[in-house]
């Protein structure tokens, strides 16, 4: 069973950081492709950060704050989130999958259960 799960959510003030990890248990291949999405209630889940290979994607809101990087065995996901606004603020998702996810609209093929941030 494919297992992902957040960590290092939380509240920060604006101008703040944090850095959430994803960690896959119970799966020894490495995805494709893998990533982290957003949900504010009431709004669609979006896509924020990609990566594969050493290949990234951001979405235009959080260029230049956001980092999303890989341990070497890829079965590690981090997310530096720096200069965080409230616009920031809801319930982050990592997401991995194969190479359609990253290249295309394709959603991933499995998720976390979430990691809550609130920045205020």
């Known amino acids: 069973d494919v297992q992902l799960v957040e960590s290092g959510g939380g509240s920060v003030q604006v101008g703040g950081s944090l850095r959430l990890t994803c960690a896959d248990s119970?799966?020894?291949?490495?995805?494709?492709?893998m990533g982290w999405f957003r949900q504010v209630p009431g709004k669609e889940r979006e896509e924020v950060a990609t990566i594969y290979t050493r290949t990234t994607f951001y979405t235009d809101a959080v260029k230049g704050r956001f980092t999303v990087s890989g341990d070497a065995a890829g079965d590690t996901l981090y997310l530096q989130m720096n200069r965080l606004n409230p616009d920031d603020t809801g319930m982050y998702y990592c997401?991995?999958?194969?190479?359609?996810?990253?290249?295309?609209?394709?959603?991933?093929?499995?998720w976390g259960k979430g990691t809550q941030v609130t920045v205020s």
């Open positions: 119970g799966y020894t291949d490495r995805f494709s492709c």
């Open positions: 997401a991995a999958g194969d190479l359609g996810f990253c290249l295309s609209d394709a959603m991933p093929a499995y």
